[in-house]
């Protein structure tokens, strides 16, 4: 069985840092390209980072970019999301993602397994 | 950015009613759209993906369509367990993007 466990979470001040972290078990961790996704508390769902299999390329959102970075372990299937200058608009549920990319010519995309999420919280 | 128009925001309907949501994008997309299923506290579920392919497991009562850059997503005859909040989300380019969701509601 997939499972996506992130923790890290917590209550920070505004510019502080916090590293996420996402265990993953029941699948090859390497084999997959996997991101970020938050949640603001009653809001929708925000794209936030991705790293490809091997963790050399990285893309993120305009919102997050030069604050947050993404890496991964693949020794230790673990997924990271190091978060610093945190601000009170990054306030928001946390989300690790597998994304599945099916074989072919013309492969389809999607996001098949996700975590239970880590809330992160900023403020004073 | 691509931007993904979802409507309505909210929907009310009764148990067995023909339930429809829709999602337009701002650009062409091709199919490359897929709808989450997100029930209260708990984590997105993916129901169908490339506009119109339901995920292994999913019940056939949802299902997806595309014309153009709408797409619709219905669920044929509305169930107790189907209240939720749905997003439709693109991969077309990056960065991928969501609908602002429609929560559902049994009336």
């Known amino acids: 069985e997939v499972q996506l466990v992130e923790s890290g979470g917590g209550l920070v001040q505004p510019g502080g840092s916090l590293r996420l972290s996402c265990a993953a078990s029941g699948f090859t961790f390497s084999d997959y390209w996997m991101h970020w996704v938050r949640q603001a508390p009653g809001k929708g769902l925000v794209w936030v980072s991705r790293?490809?299999?091997?963790?050399?390329?990285?893309t993120y959102a305009d919102s997050v970019k030069g604050r947050l970075t993404i890496s991964r372990d693949n020794a230790k299937n673990t997924l990271y999301l190091q978060m610093s200058s945190l601000r009170a608009e990054d306030t928001a549920v946390y989300y690790c993602?597998?994304?599945?990319?099916?074989?072919?010519?013309?492969?389809?995309?999607?996001?098949?397994?996700w975590g239970q999420g880590t809330l992160v919280t900023v403020s004073s | 950015d691509i931007q993904m128009t979802q409507s309505p925001s909210s929907l009310s309907a009764s148990v067995g009613d023909r339930v429809t949501i829709t999602c337009r994008a701002s650009q062409d997309i091709s199919k490359y759209l897929n709808w989450y299923q997100q029930r209260p506290g708990k984590a997105p579920k993916l129901l169908i993906y490339?506009?119109?392919n339901l995920e292994v497991g999913v019940p056939s009562r949802f299902s997806g369509r595309r014309s153009g850059t709408d797409f619709t997503f219905t669920i044929s005859s509305l169930q107790p367990e189907d209240i939720a909040t749905y997003y439709c989300?693109?991969?077309?380019?990056?960065?991928?993007?969501f609908g602002q969701g429609t929560k559902l509601e049994i009336k």
């Open positions: 989300q693109q991969y077309d380019d990056l960065p991928y993007t």
């Open positions: 790293i490809n299999n091997d963790g050399s390329t990285t």
């Open positions: 490339d506009a119109s």
């Open positions: 993602v597998r994304e599945h990319m099916t074989p072919g010519l013309d492969s389809s995309y999607y996001f098949d397994s």
